[in-house]
Each structure stands twice: as C-alpha cells, then as structure tokens.
Antibody, heavy 121, light 107 residues
C-alpha cells in the first residue's frame, strides 16, 4: 500500500525557516517524480515544486523560487521541502504527492494527509 | 499562467442525481486536464486523468470529457460519499494550475 506521511509543520515567525519531510513507503520511491502541493486555509490547491526521480531536476512556482528547495533522499525514501524567508502567504497545509508521468498522462496519483505550516509573529 | 475557472463554486444536489461540474481554461490545454476529489477530512485523490481516463479504483459513475478550453466532470448518480470538493488541474504548461474548486453539498 502506498503511503506518504508528512512531518515538520508548525508555527514559525515571518522570515524564519522550516523544513518539511515526507516519508514514503509501499512503492519504489526512486522510480517516481515527487511534488509538494499546498492549500491555504479555505483556499484551493496550489502546486509548489517538483523533483525528478534522481533529484537532478527541480521545478518551482515563481512565488517560492529562491526561497524554497525541494530535495529527496532515495536511500531513505524521503522527500523534503526546505522553506526559507517564510512569509504570511506561505501559511497553508502542505501535501506531499507522487507524480505519475507517462506521456500524455501527468497527474498526482497519491497524496499524503498534509502538514500545516503557519507563518505568524 | 493558465487560469482554470470552475463552475459552479457550490452545488446542492440530491442522492441519485446526475451532476456535472465545468472547468474552463484561459487558453487551450490539449486535453491535459485532471480531476481530483477532496473529502472534508482533507484527503485528496485523483478521479480522472487526461480528460477522460478513470483512475484505478474510482467508481464508473464518474466520467470526464472535454476538449480545447472546456472540460467537465459528471457523476451519473450521486452516492453519499460523493459529497466533497472537486478540483480540476491543467498540465499543459508550467506552472501547473488548479481550478478554485466546486463544493458538492447535500440538498
């Protein structure tokens, strides 16, 4: 059974840093691109970042470029999101997702339960 | 960025009813369109990928269609577990973008 479990969320002050983790199990982690998707309170879903299977390629939405870093440790089957210079608008539930990408298909086929990040003084 | 407009934003409906949710892209997206369901506890799962392909394990009462800029998700006969939020998502170009969601409520 595929499982994705996020951790590391909580309350953080504006301008500070936080690192999220996602422990994956039930599948060959190194074979799938992975992504983070977030959802601000009472808002819709927003893609944040994607990482390739090897970690050699990463992609970000403009609003987090230069502040967030997505990474992975295939030996530990773990995905990370390092978030620096946090802003109030980064407040959201962050979901770890597995990407299914076989042309022409590309979608998030498994999602974790999410971890809440609150940026506030 | 490609804007995805979902309508309606909320929809009261009855058990057994047939419902359709619409999603319009700000430009053509070549059928690169997925649908997701989010339950009240936050759990999210894919329903339809590449416009009309049913995700494994999803009941056949769900179906998707569309082309160009206009897409739709249809539930042929509502079951109690279908009352949830639904989101469309395009992957024609980066950044991947989602619709603002449709809340399916019990009438």
């Amino acid at each position: 059974e595929v499982q994705l479990v996020e951790s590391g969320g909580g309350l953080v002050q504006p301008g500070r840093s936080m690192k999220l983790s996602c422990a994956a199990s039930g599948f060959t982690f190194s074979s799938f691109p992975m992504a983070w998707v977030r959802q601000a309170p009472t808002k819709g879903l927003e893609w944040v970042a994607t990482i390739s299977t090897s970690g050699g390629s990463t992609y970000y939405r403009d609003s987090v470029k230069g502040r967030f870093t997505i990474s992975r440790d295939n030996a530990k089957s773990t995905l990370y999101l390092q978030m620096n210079s946090l802003r109030s608008e980064d407040t959201a539930t962050y979901y770890c997702t597995r990407e299914r990408s076989t042309t022409p298909y590309w979608y998030f086929d498994f999602w974790g339960p999410g971890t809440m990040v609150t940026v506030s003084s | 960025d490609i804007q995805m407009t979902q309508t309606p934003s909320s929809m009261p409906a009855s058990l057994g009813e047939r419902v359709t949710i619409s999603c319009r892209a700000s430009q053509g997206i070549s059928n690169y369109l997925n649908w997701y369901q989010q339950k009240p506890d936050g759990t999210i799962k894919p329903l339809i990928y590449y416009t009309s392909n049913l995700q494994s394990g999803v009941p056949s009462r769900f179906s998707g269609s569309g082309s160009g800029t206009d897409y739709s998700l249809t539930i042929s006969s509502l079951e109690p577990e279908d009352f949830a939020m639904y989101y469309c998502q395009q992957y024609d170009s980066s950044p991947l973008t989602f619709g603002s969601g449709t809340k399916l409520e019990i009438k």
